[in-house]
């Protein structure tokens, strides 16, 4: 999992995205999208939408609200444990930064969450019936 999140950090710290503690030493990254100027909760509304779960999160010293904040947090437990690993962790950051930009364009979301879907089902979730 921390393999993972160190390899998920630098291909979004590639991307231009701001990490808060500048990437990751566990399985957790906290992104702030103040940079990208896109509040968190639109973006983790876009990235849901994308087919891809994660939470909007307050960064440190964030002017936003609480309930509409500047970051958002994801990770890397449920990819491990579907067997995905560094490789895939770029496609991942990939997806993420399209989405952000796609925030307000349903079709392109739908799209992003088509090729997600592609990718999973050769790595399904254990203990879950398909």
Not at 7 to 15: H, I, Q, S, V
């Amino acid at each position: 999992m921390v393999t993972n999140a160190k390899a998920l950090a630098a291909a979004m710290t590639d991307r231009g995205y701001s990490l808060v503690s500048g990437g990751t030493d566990n399985h957790l990254l906290l992104v702030d999208l103040t940079p990208q100027n896109i509040p968190g909760k639109k973006a983790a509304k876009a990235l849901d939408l994308a087919g891809i779960e994660l939470n909007y999160n307050s960064v440190p010293y964030d002017s936003r609200k609480p309930f509409d904040p500047s970051g958002v947090r994801l990770g890397t437990p449920a990819l491990t444990s579907r067997g995905l690993d560094e490789k895939h962790m770029v496609q991942v950051a990939e997806w993420f930064d399209r989405a952000v930009k796609a925030a307000e364009d349903e079709a392109a979301l739908t799209a992003i969450a088509a090729e997600v879907k592609r990718l999973l089902a050769d790595y399904p979730a254990p203990g879950l019936l398909t």
